[in-house]
């Protein structure tokens, strides 16, 4: 092949293709050969009937781009019947669809990983998205034939991701023990069932826009919070717009466009985007938890705290003394909360205080537990939702208990607002004084 390749007539400029890479291109009666030279990957385009013949060494670099080249020739009829790809995240319940729309790192994975498997909803899509607008006027939504792609830091704090990973130093973060995996670009790459299987969520293969989101994640800060605003129906227009991966802007779309196919923005598509802009939508900025809150009450999905006491009760903020402070953590805690969302203390009882990530999952064990230390509280009530003070400033959330130690103690659980950090690490000394402040 190597010989044949070389007695072609190759132009002295090369043609820009996928990844940003350049390949050599060669034209003779009917038919367009295009060598990338990095690989040794050769395509022959057939001029007359779009056909191609891709011939290269066996590798899983090559294998990865012929698979990536004949999804793109798949898409050409779909992008010909309208359809425009979107570089979103979407999940999916009932139907009907919350759609993540921003820039790389404005948060559309962790926002939608956190959705998924609340109240029914399903895994659509992760980076990229199908949307066309149908003769009623609904936004119709597929998913896009792309493998999930997951940077180090969705991994390292996602708990189901991270529970199922161990290390991978390419990129600092964790990567599954799946066969045919690699990474590249600083992220892994699995299957879309893969990804469900370890999420544990039903895959929707279809659905109509509900709502559009905007994010922009910001972990400062000791309170997480988030701002929601209604944007202008132009800006969302032009943030739905710079999303669009027509033609991609990665270069994957050069070979459609050497077979005729479809690699530009068409009128209908751009009636997609219009009708996208005119979807209700919000701009969210903040924590990702508190934005989770807010996309809760956008749009009418329970939160975690539908089965906590009613908000109308008064209290006290109820006082606790450190008496011991410790600098323990595990990563294999398995721990499960109690069902209760309220515990009477009485004066002078001593608990063991606890803290687990901020993006804990309740539905499966927690493992990464660190551990503040022991308390004596004054009398009172505490109940799920309240927060923890130290020095005015809020340290956690109180997520539950663990009766693990009963009747000598109870574990009181924390939903800390940064990381799992140990009292000492905290700077907690004994005879410290908390306070755990009524939720609102």
């Not at 990338?36 to 290269?56: A, C, E, I, N």
């Not at 990536?68 to 010909?80: A, H, V």
């Not at 990229?128 to 969705?154: M, N, W």
């Not at 802007?249 to 005729?260: E, H, I, V």
Request: include cysteine; hydrophobic fraction near 40%; charge should be negative.
């Amino acid at each position: 092949m190597h010989a044949a390749v070389a007695s072609l007539p190759w132009e002295d400029e090369p043609i820009a293709i996928h990844f940003g890479k350049r390949a050599a291109v060669a034209r003779v009666p009917g038919f367009t050969c295009v060598h990338d030279t990095g690989d040794d990957h050769l395509y022959v385009v057939d001029d007359t009937h779009g056909r191609v013949v891709s011939l290269g060494v066996p590798s899983a670099v090559n294998a990865r781009d012929l698979a990536r080249q004949t999804r793109e020739l798949l898409l050409d009829g779909l992008l010909s019947d309208g359809w425009v790809v979107l570089h979103s995240s979407a999940v999916a319940r009932s139907g009907r669809a919350l759609v993540f729309v921003g820039d790389k790192g404005s948060g559309k994975t962790t926002l939608a990983l956190k959705m998924l498997g609340e109240h029914g909803f399903e895994y659509l899509a992760n980076d990229r998205l199908l949307a066309r607008v149908d003769t009623d006027g609904r936004i119709e939504l597929r998913p896009y034939a792309l493998s999930v792609r997951l940077g180090g830091g969705t991994l390292r704090n996602h708990p189901k991701l991270r529970r199922h990973l161990h290390y991978f130093d390419h990129f600092d973060a964790a990567v599954l023990p799946l066969e045919r995996q690699f990474a590249h670009e600083d992220k892994l790459e699995l299957t879309v069932g893969e990804y469900a299987d370890i999420l544990d969520v039903t895959v929707a293969d279809h659905a109509v826009v509900d709502h559009v989101f905007l994010p922009t994640l910001d972990f400062d800060g000791d309170d997480p919070q988030a701002e929601v605003e209604a944007p202008r129906q132009d800006d969302v227009l032009a943030g739905v717009e710079k999303s669009v991966l027509i033609p991609d802007p990665d270069g994957s779309g050069w070979l459609r466009a050497l077979t005729g196919g479809t690699n530009e923005l068409t009128t209908r598509m751009a009636a997609t985007l219009r009708a996208l802009a005119a979807a209700p939508s919000h701009r969210l900025r903040g924590h990702p938890e508190a934005i989770r809150e807010e996309i809760r009450a956008l749009t009418g999905t329970p939160g975690a705290d539908t089965a906590r006491p009613s908000p109308g009760w008064l209290r006290e903020p109820l006082p606790a003394t450190t008496v011991c402070v410790l600098h323990h953590r595990r990563v294999d805690r398995e721990l499960t909360l109690a069902p209760w969302q309220t515990r009477a203390v009485n004066q002078g009882e001593v608990h063991e205080l606890l803290v687990v990530d901020p993006a804990a999952d309740l539905s499966e064990p927690i493992n990464d537990v660190g551990y503040l230390g022991f308390a004596s509280f004054d009398a009172g009530l505490l109940v799920v939702g309240d927060t923890l003070l130290w020095n005015g400033h809020r340290v956690a959330e109180l997520l539950g208990f663990d009766d693990t130690h009963l009747p000598n103690h109870m574990n009181i659980v924390f939903r800390a607002v940064d990381a799992p950090h140990t009292g000492y690490e905290r700077g907690l000394r004994p005879g410290d004084v908390l306070t755990i402040e009524p939720r609102p």
